[in-house]
């Protein structure tokens, strides 16, 4: 078959499919030239050993990501390790629960932490940051699914959660996250930053805390 006859796309599909033809014909590999974006021709090799570089940067940007990662990940979990303890220490609920308030605002840089409980907890006295409310209490529909579910959720509440949970201007609280404790309550830490706690972010570590918590509160029942 002649050389006219063929397409530059079947010329294309021929050589992926014959990967090593250019081994056969080192001459030709070294004649080739393939045109670049930013300037004048190159050879082949020099443009497969361009790419190799940038595969490579690729390839060390990610795992510098994924470092980074590791490292962010190392400190939550032994944040969340020392969380649990602190809390399983505690002699009462209402210690518990002033534990559980530090640390996520010292610990995990919380601008606004609220908690929620559903029955009356004695000795903490007044707290700008602790609630009760009954569990059937209307107060509590909006947040009917989320104790439903009880899974942690991210991301910006709705308006009459924050008026709820915060109390405070709404601009006050741009994201959140939630800790909803079936049976005990909820737990909310808002932040100024809407990019601190967004939807699809991971949840491990917050369903750990609120676990914790659970397991630390119900010695007390």
Same mark, same amino acid.
């Given at each position: #078959?002649?050389?006219?006859?063929?397409?530059?796309?079947?010329?294309?599909?021929?050589?992926?499919?014959?990967?090593?033809? *250019?081994?056969?014909?080192?001459?030709?590999?070294?004649?080739?030239?393939?045109?670049?974006? &930013?300037?004048?021709?190159?050879?082949?090799?020099?443009?497969?050993?361009?790419?190799?570089?940038?595969?490579?940067?690729?390839?060390?940007?990610?795992?510098?990501?994924?470092?980074?990662?590791?490292?962010?990940? $190392?400190?939550?979990?032994?944040?969340?390790?020392?969380?649990?303890?602190?809390?399983?220490?505690?002699?009462?609920?209402?210690? /518990?629960?002033?534990?559980?308030?530090?640390?996520?605002? $010292?610990?995990?840089?919380? &601008?606004?932490?609220?908690?929620?409980?559903?029955?009356?907890?004695?000795?903490?006295?007044?707290?700008?940051?602790?609630? /009760?409310?009954?569990? &059937?209490?209307?107060?509590?529909?909006?947040?009917?699914?989320?104790?439903?579910?009880?899974?942690?959720?991210?991301?910006? *509440?709705?308006? &009459?959660?924050?008026?709820? *949970?915060?109390?405070?201007?709404?601009?006050?609280?741009?994201?959140?996250?939630?800790?909803?404790?079936?049976?005990?309550?909820?737990?909310?830490?808002?932040?100024?930053?809407?990019?601190?706690?967004?939807?699809? #972010?991971? /949840?491990?570590?917050?369903?750990? #805390?609120? $676990?914790?918590?659970?397991?630390?509160?119900?010695?007390?029942?």
């Amino acid at each position: #078959m002649s050389e006219e006859k063929l397409s530059a796309h079947e010329v294309a599909a021929w050589l992926r499919r014959h990967p090593q033809f *250019l081994r056969q014909f080192p001459d030709l590999a070294l004649s080739l030239s393939v045109p670049r974006d &930013d300037g004048p021709a190159a050879s082949l090799a020099g443009y497969q050993l361009e790419v190799l570089r940038d595969k490579n940067r690729e390839l060390n940007k990610r795992l510098g990501e994924l470092f980074l990662n590791a490292q962010t990940n $190392e400190r939550l979990a032994v944040r969340t390790h020392q969380l649990t303890l602190n809390l399983l220490r505690q002699d009462n609920a209402a210690d /518990t629960l002033r534990a559980m308030a530090a640390s996520l605002q $010292e610990d995990f840089n919380g &601008d606004l932490v609220r908690i929620v409980v559903f029955k009356e907890i004695a000795g903490i006295g007044e707290v700008d940051w602790l609630q /009760t409310i009954p569990a &059937d209490s209307a107060l509590l529909a909006p947040f009917k699914d989320a104790l439903a579910d009880g899974e942690p959720i991210c991301g910006r *509440l709705h308006a &009459d959660k924050n008026a709820l *949970l915060y109390a405070v201007r709404v601009d006050e609280v741009a994201s959140s996250a939630l800790l909803p404790l079936p049976g005990i309550g909820l737990v909310a830490v808002g932040s100024r930053d809407g990019n601190r706690f967004y939807p699809g #972010m991971g /949840t491990l570590f917050l369903r750990m #805390m609120g $676990e914790a918590l659970a397991a630390a509160l119900q010695r007390f029942d």
